[in-house]
């Protein structure tokens, strides 16, 4: 039986380039909803940081994370746009780059 990071870790692989996920659905598909802040501390001890694409993760508002583990807001930001992820006024359009969860 996988533990709950493992269940997180393998929602967030499936996160395909280019878009992004919420706390909130990677809780949902890992089989709780209410585990929104255990991804949030997930993804910060992220053993794969190349493998496991937590900067695809961002709040229910479509910001990035200001602790983002791995380099800072910036970093995170950047490899969004590194993506074809936009911002506007340091939110990622929700409408238009959520993950469907498919």
Not at 47 to 64: A, D, L, S
Request: aromatic letters at 10%; proline letters at 6%.
């Amino acid at each position: 039986m996988k533990n709950t990071f493992e269940l997180i870790y393998d929602v967030v692989r499936r996160i395909p380039r280019g878009k992004v996920a919420t706390y909130g659905q990677v809780a949902l598909l890992a089989g709780n909803p209410h585990w929104s802040q255990v991804v949030d501390y997930a993804l910060h001890v992220n053993p794969e940081p190349g493998v496991i694409p937590c900067h695809r993760v961002v709040n229910r508002f479509g910001e990035p994370s200001q602790a983002f583990a791995f380099g800072g807001v910036n970093e995170q930001i950047a490899l969004l746009e590194n993506e074809g992820v936009t911002f506007t006024d340091g939110r990622v359009d929700l409408s238009k780059y959520l993950w469907d969860g498919n």
